[in-house]
């Protein structure tokens, strides 16, 4: 569990839904956001937990 009560995963998930909806030059979905997380940073483990929060 981490802050607040909520596993870290969801609040990573979270994290990632709100720089999804600040990017606008370019516009970036949080699909692909997840996406660069694994290709430029190696971190599937990280993705995975967040898909399956």
Not at 15 to 35: G, Y
């Amino acid at each position: 569990m981490g802050s607040f009560g909520l596993p870290d995963p969801v609040r990573a998930l979270a994290a990632v839904q709100a720089i999804s909806r600040r990017r606008r030059d370019p516009v970036m979905s949080v699909d692909a956001l997840l996406e660069l997380l694994i290709t430029r940073y190696g971190m599937d483990a990280a993705v995975e937990l967040m898909l399956g929060a």
